[in-house]
């Protein structure tokens, strides 16, 4: 198995945010509120997500 780590940014539209294979959490509606918006964009993400590729150009979140 060849797996790599490769940090680059992705677009979020090809995370697929409805897999919760890897999920721990029971919590499976997450609502982004505007404050949270702002607080990304001003900040930016200090922990950003791990994510596998499980096509070409379509990935899933690992960790996160």
Do not use: W
């Amino acid at each position: 198995m060849n797996q790599h780590i490769c940090p680059k940014s992705l677009d979020t539209s090809l995370i697929d945010f409805a897999d919760f294979s890897y999920s721990i959490s029971p919590d499976r509606e997450s609502i982004l509120n505007e404050s949270l918006t702002k607080s990304i964009v001003r900040h930016g993400i200090l922990h950003p997500p791990i994510v596998k590729e499980i096509q070409p150009k379509s990935y899933v979140i690992v960790a996160g």
